[in-house]
Nanobody, 119 residues
């Protein structure tokens, strides 16, 4: 099992920045992906960004020029730096850990942290 603890989130104005962090604990599989998803009211949860243990980064087109994901393997953390935030970025952001070392990926989720972008 992998436990996730999120930090960050809050209320910001359009154009401002925010940083989300997630710490992982427990039995951490070596082959994995760490990332962030988000869900706004009435919409499905969607990938924001993820980075694999091999260093491959995958980001949603809507955030490619504004959000940066990074991971610290020594500390088992992943961070999401969000710049130039827009109103449409408002959502609950969920930290995700995906075990890629099995025949079928297994996901672990954080409880979610609310990001509100509003003037």
């Amino acid at each position: 099992q992998v436990q996730l603890e999120e930090s960050g989130g809050g209320l910001v104005q359009p154009g401002e920045s925010l940083r989300l962090s997630c710490a992982f604990s427990g039995s951490i599989p070596m082959i994995n992906a760490m990332g962030w998803y988000r869900q706004s009211p009435g919409k499905q949860r969607e990938l924001v960004a993820e980075v694999t243990s091999g260093g491959r980064v995958n980001r949603a087109d809507s955030v490619k020029d504004r959000f940066t994901i990074s991971r610290d393997n020594a500390k088992n953390t992943v961070s999401l730096q969000m710049n130039s935030l827009k109103v449409e970025d408002t959502a609950v952001y969920y930290c995700n850990f995906r075990n890629l070392g099995l025949s079928k990926p297994v996901d672990f989720w954080g409880k979610g942290t609310l990001v509100t972008v509003s003037s």
